[in-house]
């Protein structure tokens, strides 16, 4: 279900201040309210760069080197493609809507992102999942891929 940026907030207040009574108002049936772990999805958001993102690499690497177990200090990195939705961007934190692409006044627009590239961490016997690198692009070479993959290595490996 999709929630609407305004109600997300208003829920997200509304739990904050008060967890009980948010769980009797939801189980109530008057108001269809997102879940509590909706709310954390929504509550847990960083804004997202382009490139590297050292503060999710620091969580990564103090995650991984806390494991006891040495089979869950395995990791894989994988890498996907993603399409974007066109002719509005949304900033989904706050509901802010950042670019129309179809705005008539504005004739020198500068060519947006179609597609991003996530490269993301996920444990192999662990639960540690988290994108550490995002770049948008519209098609990329199989060059650029290959300097972005070792990038992310790189940073992997000196975190």
């Given at each position: 279900?999709?929630?609407?940026?305004?109600?997300?907030?208003?829920?997200?207040?509304?739990?904050?201040?008060?967890?009980?009574?948010?769980?009797?108002?939801?189980?109530?049936?008057?108001?269809?309210?997102?879940t509590p772990r909706t709310l954390f999805d929504y509550s847990h958001v960083a804004k997202v760069q382009r490139g590297?993102?050292?503060?999710?690499?620091?969580?990564?690497?103090?995650?991984?080197?806390?494991?006891?177990?040495?089979?869950?200090?395995?990791?894989?990195?994988?890498?996907?493609?993603?399409?974007?939705?066109?002719?509005?961007?949304?900033?989904?934190?706050?509901?802010?809507?950042?670019?129309?692409?179809?705005?008539?006044?504005?004739?020198?627009?500068?060519?947006?992102?179609?597609?991003?590239?996530?490269?993301?961490?996920?444990?192999?016997?662990?639960?540690?999942?988290?994108?550490?690198?995002?770049?948008?692009?519209?098609?990329?070479?199989?060059?650029?891929?290959?300097?972005?993959?070792?990038?992310?290595?790189?940073?992997?490996?000196?975190?």
């Amino acid at each position: 279900m999709r929630w609407h940026p305004t109600l997300i907030r208003m829920a997200l207040s509304l739990y904050l201040k008060a967890p009980g009574a948010y769980k009797d108002l939801c189980e109530s049936g008057f108001l269809k309210l997102p879940t509590p772990r909706t709310l954390f999805d929504y509550s847990h958001v960083a804004k997202v760069q382009r490139g590297t993102d050292e503060t999710v690499l620091e969580f990564v690497a103090k995650r991984a080197t806390s494991e006891e177990n040495p089979h869950k200090q395995y990791h894989v990195l994988m890498a996907d493609e993603m399409h974007i939705s066109k002719n509005i961007v949304l900033l989904k934190s706050t509901g802010e809507m950042i670019a129309h692409l179809e705005d008539p006044d504005n004739v020198l627009e500068p060519e947006l992102a179609t597609k991003v590239m996530a490269f993301m961490v996920k444990g192999v016997s662990s639960n540690l999942k988290h994108v550490v690198a995002s770049y948008p692009v519209n098609n990329p070479s199989p060059k650029q891929m290959y300097l972005w993959t070792w990038s992310v290595i790189g940073a992997l490996e000196r975190s």
